[in-house]
Every structure is written in structure tokens, then in C-alpha cells.
């Protein structure tokens, strides 16, 4: 197994674990809020940081993907 292969592998178990630990109920700050008002919420800065590091996992994921295809 190259190093290319090794990082894909690990980015792929990072974005599984990412979307098995983020609850989607959470997002919505008041749960007996409407649910239009969920939407205009802001996230959290801790979820910002998941947010912006699931982005850059999944566009890593995507380079990989396409240098291990050429390979």
C-alpha cells in the first residue's frame, strides 16, 4: 500500500466519523422554535470548525481519489 492509498484510507474513516458524530438535531439551537427560525440560527464556532474541516476532508478525499485513478 503506497502513501497515496494510506491518506485516502484515513480521510475516508475521518469523513465517516464526522458524519456519524455531527447530530443533524443539534443544529437547530430550540427545538420548539419553528422550523423556519432553525434556518437564520448560526452555527456554533466548534461546528463552524467541523464544518470547514469536513470541506477540506472531502475536497482532499476528491484529489486523492483522482491520483490514486491515474495511478
Known amino acids: 500500500m503506497n502513501i497515496i492509498e494510506s491518506i485516502w484510507f484515513l480521510t475516508v474513516i475521518a469523513l465517516i466519523a464526522i458524519v456519524l458524530i455531527i447530530?443533524?438535531?443539534?443544529?437547530?439551537?430550540?427545538?420548539?422554535l419553528s422550523p423556519v427560525s432553525g434556518f437564520f440560527s448560526s452555527p456554533s464556532s466548534s461546528k463552524n470548525f467541523i464544518y470547514r474541516f469536513s470541506a477540506v476532508?472531502?475536497?482532499?478525499?476528491?484529489?486523492?481519489?483522482?491520483?490514486?485513478?491515474?495511478?
Do not use: G, Q
Not at 447530530?23 to 420548539?32: E, I
Not at 476532508?57 to 495511478?71: C, E, G, M, R
Open 23 to 32: 447530530d443533524p438535531k443539534d443544529s437547530v439551537p430550540n427545538s420548539n
Open 57 to 71: 476532508l472531502i475536497i482532499l478525499f476528491y484529489v486523492l481519489t483522482i491520483l490514486l485513478s491515474y495511478n
